[in-house]
């Protein structure tokens, strides 16, 4: 089981996702498979180095577009 988000959650997360009306359909098959990869997850992200100035400088911008989001994937 996964150690991030559990089996409950996950559900209730995607069934929100889907009955949510948002404009892109694209957008919500994403988000449904990166709840579903949390699900998944071994939980370690205790490996991921994370400074206080940095974890405010990357939530102070959210909620965002995720078109802008996808700059940062290139």
Avoid at 14 to 21: G, P
Avoid at 56 to 64: F, H, R, Y
């Amino acid at each position: 089981m996964s150690e991030i988000i559990d089996a409950e959650t996950t559900a209730k997360l995607i069934k929100h996702i889907r009955q949510d009306d948002h404009e892109s359909p694209h957008f919500q098959a994403t988000m449904i498979n990166f709840v579903y990869s949390l699900h998944q997850s071994d939980g370690n992200l205790d490996d991921i180095p994370l400074d206080d100035d940095e974890r405010e400088e990357i939530l102070s911008g959210l909620p965002t577009d995720p078109e802008k989001e996808l700059a940062f994937l290139d």
